[in-house]
């Protein structure tokens, strides 16, 4: 009932199913109440990244324009996607992609790793010295907070013991 309010009153719910391919098996079609009509958006061309932040747009997009109708889902428009008539239907809405070359299944983190690995610093011996020192780093500070830890506690009752302040009992009181 909430969700024909939403909809003006027009009778016909729509439901767009923004997720990928595995999770709309998922979604039984056809027990959903006959008011119900469920629409599976998919994106197709770019990376798996591209796609997901697709679906993200696009939802993004319906929220915003509080849509309730198919033809303003249609018309959702972004330069890295846009709606393909072709292989579009009345239960499927198909967006593929129009970006520019990240479509070919590469990431940000792909690339970022890529021009790293050019840089002439990054020499064998040179990146094993590196992660070395962050090893025996992390290592290091594990150490001094397993120390704390076992200590019996922190800095309230550190300064309790030495005379500082007040104890750490009367704090959770709130007392003066």
Same mark, same amino acid.
Do not use: I
């Given at each position: 009932?909430?969700?024909?309010?939403?909809?003006?009153?027009?009778?016909?719910?729509?439901?767009?199913?923004?997720?990928?391919?595995?999770?709309?098996?998922?979604? $039984?079609?056809?027990?959903?109440?006959?008011?119900? =009509?469920?629409? $599976?958006?998919?994106?197709?061309?770019?990376?798996?990244?591209?796609?997901? %932040?697709? %679906?993200g747009?696009?939802?993004?997009?319906?929220?915003?324009?509080?849509?309730?109708?198919?033809?303003?889902v249609?018309?959702?428009? $972004?330069?890295?996607?846009?709606?393909?008539?072709?292989?579009?239907?009345?239960?499927?809405?198909?967006?593929s992609?129009?970006?520019?070359?990240?479509?070919?299944?590469?990431? =940000?983190?792909e690339?970022?790793?890529?021009?790293?690995?050019?840089?002439?610093?990054?020499?064998?011996? %040179?990146?094993?010295?590196?992660?070395?020192?962050?090893?025996s780093?992390?290592?290091?500070?594990?150490?001094?907070?397993?120390?704390?830890?076992?200590?019996?506690?922190?800095?309230? =009752?550190?300064?309790?013991?030495?005379?500082?302040?007040?104890?750490?009992?009367?704090?959770?009181?709130? =007392?003066?």
């Open positions: 009932k909430d969700a024909v309010a939403a909809a003006g009153g027009s009778g016909q719910t729509l439901l767009v199913c923004v997720m990928d391919d595995d999770y709309f098996r998922a979604v $039984h079609t056809d027990a959903l109440p006959k008011d119900v =009509r469920a629409v $599976h958006c998919k994106f197709e061309g770019g990376s798996k990244e591209n796609a997901r %932040r697709g %679906r747009l696009l939802c993004r997009y319906a929220v915003q324009k509080r849509a309730s109708d198919l033809d303003v249609k018309a959702f428009d $972004h330069d890295d996607w846009t709606l393909n008539l072709k292989k579009s239907d009345s239960t499927k809405l198909v967006f992609w129009r970006g520019d070359s990240g479509g070919d299944g590469s990431s =940000r983190k690339k970022k790793k890529g021009a790293r690995n050019d840089s002439p610093a990054s020499s064998p011996a %040179r990146s094993a010295s590196a992660s070395g020192k962050r090893k780093a992390r290592r290091a500070s594990r150490s001094r907070s397993r120390s704390r830890a076992s200590s019996g506690g922190g800095r309230k =009752r550190e300064e309790a013991r030495r005379g500082r302040g007040r104890p750490a009992h009367s704090q959770s009181r709130g =007392r003066s």
